[in-house]
């Protein structure tokens, strides 16, 4: 998922080709995939090169909130579990960034970006995980949320991006699914158990529904990327399928969704739901969410502790080699 | 900022029988690095029972600008097919 448009570089006119554009654009109307050395225009280069590392961030951040837990999860079954997930993310990640780096921006630079605060990543990973259930919150709304969005990406014109999504979606379905299941057994439990489940749904339902990104109207590059196929759905199309398909299962174990204004509209097939406060979502994407400082600095701190690591590796391959040539 | 270790294609025999096909790319410092990161990243779910891995910069690939004079003559070869031939119906086994 998180394809919500969170930087926007300033419209460049590029002089383009007019004949290699026309080319370019009846390819793309055509369903047709645009490969690494296919001729393709800056704009649709800059931006998805964008989408996708600002995707393959949130993938590598997102394992925070719930590393969190791994060494406190209730069960060795739901700690191997949680393990498997957050490895699944991480390479995730990896599918990611090597799709972005087709587009030549190299790994390094979009690792950089991240760490410097310049690269942006999902605003829903900078809230807090405060009990065992926002594990279960996690999996069953921010996974579901994620799946979404990724199912259409499936079909997007950048072929290295398609064919990562495929990879993704498949790997999802397990994420939900078990997130799904801590909230049922909790909801099944004593009554501490279900209020546990119930506050964890009240503090991640507005952040999931923001995961979508602005609504339509302020989303101004939405019909640039729809044409170009690098979006299928606007933000606000995925947000209310969203939320028709998660009420039900909601009630389902007996949670209620904190939404006041929440009702079934029967004359348009789907939920009427209450305002989403955007003034929250804008202040979590200029840095300001509740744990953003603290996601930074984890990365950061992995990153430079385990440099040793790296350059261990690099000592040992460059002695490798010099023993080849000299052989 | 650090340089980005090579980049390797990963390639997977999902079963006995069928060929590597390719599935991505790692960065690792050396072939054996490489291996390791492409198992982890590839096949966490028996995707596969073989891996290749091979330096990116090794693959020389046709240059998609050049796709029609690469492969139209093709287009204008269709007595390459075997429907190009028209033999009567009452002929058996051909
Ligand atoms: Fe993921
Ligand atoms: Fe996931």
Redesign the interface.
């Known amino acids: 998922m998180y394809t919500t448009e969170l930087q926007k570089t300033k419209a460049v006119d590029a002089i383009e080709d007019p004949e290699k554009l026309a080319a370019f654009e009846a390819r793309v109307a055509a369903d047709d995939f645009i490969?690494p050395?296919?001729?393709m225009p800056e704009a649709y280069r800059r931006t998805l090169t964008r989408q996708i590392s600002q995707h393959a961030h949130s993938e590598i951040v997102g394992m925070l909130p719930e590393g969190n837990w791994i060494g406190r999860a209730p069960s060795l079954r739901r700690k191997a579990i949680l393990l498997?997930k957050v490895?699944?993310e991480a390479?995730h990640g990896?599918?990611l960034y090597?799709a972005a780096?087709t587009l030549g921006t190299?790994?390094?630079?979009m690792i950089?970006a991240l760490h410097s605060g310049k690269a942006k990543y999902s605003t829903i990973f900078n809230y807090p995980t405060v009990t065992w259930a926002d594990i279960g919150a996690i999996g069953w709304l921010v996974d579901g949320a994620a799946i979404m969005n990724q199912v259409p990406l499936q079909r997007t014109s950048y072929g290295p991006y398609a064919?990562?999504m495929v990879?993704v979606c498949k790997?999802e379905s397990f994420h939900q699914r078990q997130g799904y299941e801590i909230m049922m057994h909790l909801c099944q439990g004593t009554s501490e158990q279900k209020r546990m489940a119930q506050d964890a749904l009240n503090r991640w339902w507005w952040p999931s529904l923001m995961m979508f990104g602005p609504p339509d109207e302020n989303s101004p590059n939405t019909a640039q990327s729809l044409r170009w196929r690098i979006k299928r759905e606007t933000n606000d199309e995925l947000r209310q399928k969203f939320v028709d398909i998660t009420v039900p299962q909601a009630e389902a174990i007996g949670l209620s969704v904190p939404d006041p204004a929440l009702h079934w509209n029967e004359s348009k097939g789907g939920y009427d739901f209450g305002e989403i406060d955007w003034e929250e979502f804008y202040a979590v994407v200029r840095g300001e969410g509740p744990v953003a400082k603290e996601r930074m600095k984890a990365r950061r701190d992995a990153w430079e502790k385990n440099?040793w690591v790296?350059e261990a590796?690099?000592a040992?391959?460059a002695k490798?080699?010099q023993k080849k040539q000299a052989a | 900022?650090?340089?980005?270790?090579p980049?390797w294609e990963v390639f997977v025999r999902s079963r006995g029988g069928l060929s590597h096909r390719h599935?991505?790319?790692?960065?690792a410092?050396?072939a054996e690095?490489a291996v390791r990161h492409a198992r982890?990243?590839y096949t966490?779910?028996m995707e596969g029972i073989s891996l290749w891995v091979v330096p990116s910069a090794a693959i020389v690939?046709s240059?998609?600008?050049d796709d029609a004079a690469m492969f139209d003559p093709a287009a204008d070869k269709v007595y390459r097919h075997p429907t190009f031939y028209n033999i009567p119906d009452h002929i058996k086994h051909i």
């Not at chain 1, 190299?106 to 630079?109: D, K, L, P």
């Not at chain 2, 599935?23 to 960065?27: A, F, K, P, Q």
């Open positions: 490969e050395k296919d001729w498997a490895q699944d390479g990896l599918y090597s780096e190299s790994r390094g630079q950089e064919r990562a990879r790997e440099a790296r590796a690099d040992y391959a490798k080699a | 900022m650090s340089k980005d270790w980049l599935v991505g790319s790692v960065h410092p050396d690095i982890d990243t966490r779910r690939a240059d998609p600008a």
